[in-house]
């Protein structure tokens, strides 16, 4: 079977259910229902088998930042594939893409983080910190410091190392959570800050930080890992009182700070890295995703001098990936950051896109079930409610009204996800300000739909 055969869409979906397992899905419900299949993709717009062409507001999974179906991509993909489609970079030896990737990567990432450990993926990034940070700890003559604190709702990738960093109590339920990872509460001010103000329910989460650690002991502890924005958790942003807080904790007890930047680098929050945006110093940043904007699977850590030094003081480092430093995604990410430097696509983001969407984005606000609607850079959320003025949520199991919003926005040929009820986006961040209107027109259109579902099927109730 050739991949580029197209059968009828019904024939794809009875060969998707018999012989394809899909990630975080019910599999058995999706093989009745019938799977959604993409074709091609251009720009933001997706188009399926059924030739319905759709407004990407996802990015993939956010991760195609400058967007689908830019040709010089494949172009650097098939000529390294010709050149040297594979060779490893164990036992001494390096090549030519992944020289030019880390220096690279060193040019735009913050401060002194200069060092690159290349991985396949964001969660085997996240591995490799795991067992980077306690080596470190190791070769300091410190190695009772082996916990990472983490934070509940947090994510940091689905393999046992990166599932357990993560704080998602559902993916911890299948399959279980390895030791030595602690979870602290999250900011997420919306739903958990009651009536305080952001601001001291912001201080009140970082300082959970400081009573982890000196309940179980700084010398217990060796790093403390969050994502600038949480992502997969629903787009929360914290109060502005939380990270400067963390800084100050991190430095006092002196633990590693690693910044999950999967999501937020390369552009994502109209700087190359949110560490910017928040003013975070981490001493290692993990990065995927945008870092090929998803065209070739890769990731790494960027780690700066200080943690690179110790780390290359005390021989091996017994660990790495077949495909760390992978040429042909090596050469397809450093084209891609290039054509982000190019097109200024960064400045895009913070000049043109972000002004433009966050004032659409507020305009939301206007419907009776938003409450509030944020967007940093090119990532945000909207929390749907019963009540705004008091953040209600609503009687219905938790995320039946976001799953009813989702399903009005696929019909109106837009990708907007929901996490429980807040609906979130993370568009490519080439979207023109003409796309962007579009994109809040079938947001609005679809809330409202399911506003009125909502109300016929008499779930306007608040809990
Ligand atoms: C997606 C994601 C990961 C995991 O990356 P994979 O490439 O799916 O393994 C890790 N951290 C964050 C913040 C993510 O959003």
Redo the contacts with the bound molecule.
């Keep these: 079977m050739k991949i580029t055969n197209h059968m009828p869409t019904a024939e794809l979906q009875k060969l998707d259910a018999a012989h394809h397992m899909h990630p975080f899905t019910d599999n058995g419900s999706l093989a009745k229902k019938g799977v959604r299949i993409m074709k091609s993709a251009k720009g933001v717009w997706l188009n399926d088998t059924e030739g319905h062409k759709i407004l990407d507001g996802m990015a993939g999974?956010?991760?195609v930042n400058i967007g689908y179906g830019r040709s010089e991509l494949a172009d650097v993909a098939a000529q390294q594939m010709n050149e040297l489609a594979y060779y490893n970079t164990f036992f001494q030896t390096s090549h030519i893409p992944a020289i030019a990737l880390a220096a690279k990567i060193a040019e735009v990432a913050p401060g002194d983080l200069n060092h690159v450990f290349f991985a396949?993926?964001?969660?085997?990034?996240?591995d490799t910190n795991i067992r980077m940070v306690r080596r470190y700890w190791d070769i300091k003559g410190k190695p009772g410091k082996r916990i990472i604190i983490a934070r509940h709702n947090?994510?940091?990738?689905?393999?046992m190392g990166?599932g357990s960093l993560?704080g998602m109590k559902p993916i911890h339920a299948h399959g279980g959570k390895i030791d030595g990872i602690v979870h602290i509460g999250e900011p997420n001010y919306w739903e958990q800050g009651g009536d305080m103000t952001p601001e001291d329910f912001g201080l009140m989460r970082a300082r959970e930080l400081e009573a982890k650690i000196l309940e179980l002991g700084a010398d217990s502890i060796a790093a403390f890992i969050g994502?600038p924005i949480?992502?997969?958790g629903g787009v929360i942003v914290p109060p502005s009182t939380y990270w400067p807080e963390i800084q100050r904790i991190v430095e006092k007890y002196n633990i590693l700070l690693i910044a999950?930047?999967?999501?937020?680098g390369f552009g994502r929050t109209g700087n190359w890295f949110a560490s910017q945006t928040f003013d975070i110093k981490p001493h290692i940043i993990?990065v995927?995703?945008g870092l090929s904007s998803g065209y070739a699977?890769i990731?790494g850590s960027i780690v700066c001098d200080e943690v690179a030094a110790v780390m290359g003081s005390d021989g091996d480092f017994n660990h790495g990936y077949t495909y760390s430093g992978h040429p042909v995604a090596a050469a397809v990410a450093l084209k891609n950051i290039e054509i982000m430097q190019e097109e200024k696509i960064v400045e895009h983001v913070r000049d043109v896109a972000h002004p433009h969407l966050a004032k659409k984005w507020k305009e939301l606000e206007q419907h009776p079930m938003v409450g509030d609607a944020t967007l940093v850079g090119l990532m945000g959320s909207i929390a749907l409610t019963p009540n705004k003025a008091t953040r209600a949520k609503f009687k219905s199991e938790s995320g039946k009204v976001g799953y009813m919003c989702r399903e009005r926005c696929f019909a109106n040929d837009l990708i907007m996800r929901h996490v429980g009820n807040r609906m979130i986006i993370s568009p490519p961040l080439v979207i023109t300000t003409a796309e962007i209107d579009e994109l809040t027109k079938r947001a609005w259109q679809s809330i409202d739909e399911c506003y009125k579902q909502v109300k016929a099927e008499g779930l306007w109730e608040e809990a």
């Design positions: 999974l956010w991760c396949g993926s964001g969660s085997e990034a996240n947090g994510y940091h990738g689905s393999t990166g993560g994502e949480q992502g997969a999950d930047e999967v999501i937020t993990t995927a995703k699977p990731g």
